[in-house]
């Protein structure tokens, strides 16, 4: 247990289907990350969070909208996905925006695009 | 082309066996990191380097800086390392958030 829960773990949706993915640190941490992990490719940095704020946005497709609520709590709404969307969104945290070795990884939401 | 590319991508040991696995990356970094994620999906930090060497229990991580080559070693395998290993490069022009990840090499340990 790493202190970052994920829920769902695991998520079945179709393409017109709108879902969110939920992360939660008991931490006191005060950035939030979400990261995507497709098979055989390298991980990506997706949306990185610091109080609240969104500081980071790696080009991503607009059908993944992020909410940062409070410093707790991050979520990823997803509408209108395709198949290749279809990976491990993990949701890490650390106390500071700092490199990854002070990040605290969550076991990840397993989406899968019909 | 990936900045980082690992070798090899599958790695299947006894226990036992000293394993060896290999980060190559082509940009300048300020550190180099290395990440497991065992089944279920949850990450963690193993290393961080900068220079040298660095040693934890049976795990060592080295590093060259000028051949911008990384290796993480395994001494003694047991099935409990079965994992994907994950190199990753924060290069230097880069607010801290920034990172190259490797595409992971996945290891497994038979008893």
């Known amino acids: 247990e790493t202190g970052v829960t994920q829920t769902p773990r695991h998520l079945v949706m179709g393409m017109t289907n709108k879902k969110s993915l939920k992360c939660e640190q008991h931490?006191?941490?005060?950035?939030m990350y979400w990261y995507k992990q497709s098979a055989k490719k390298p991980l990506e940095l997706m949306f990185v969070?610091?109080?609240?704020?969104?500081?980071e946005n790696n080009s991503v497709p607009s059908r993944f909208s992020p909410e940062c609520p409070n410093s707790s709590h991050l979520f990823l709404h997803l509408h209108t996905l395709q198949p290749e969307d279809s990976a491990l969104y993990l949701c890490?945290?650390?106390?500071?925006?700092?490199?990854?070795?002070?990040?605290?990884f969550g076991p990840g939401t397993r989406l899968t695009v019909l | 082309k990936n900045e980082v590319e690992q070798s090899p991508q599958n790695l299947t040991a006894q226990e036992g066996e000293f394993i060896t696995i290999n980060c190559s990356y082509s940009?300048?970094?300020?550190?180099l990191h290395w990440l497991q994620q065992h089944p279920g999906g949850g990450i963690v930090s193993l290393f961080m380097?900068?220079?040298g060497k660095k040693k934890h229990g049976r795990l060592i991580a080295t590093i060259n800086i000028q051949e911008k080559h990384s290796s993480l070693h395994i001494t003694a395998s047991h099935p409990r390392d079965s994992a994907v290993y994950i190199c990753a490069a924060n290069p230097y022009s880069n607010t801290g958030n920034q990172f190259y990840f490797g595409t992971g090499t996945s290891l497994t340990v038979i008893p």
């Open positions: 931490l006191g941490h005060n950035a």
């Open positions: 940009v300048g970094i300020s550190a």
């Open positions: 890490a945290s650390s106390q500071e925006l700092i490199i990854i070795n002070e990040q605290f």
């Open positions: 380097l900068s220079s």
């Open positions: 969070y610091s109080l609240e704020e969104r500081v």
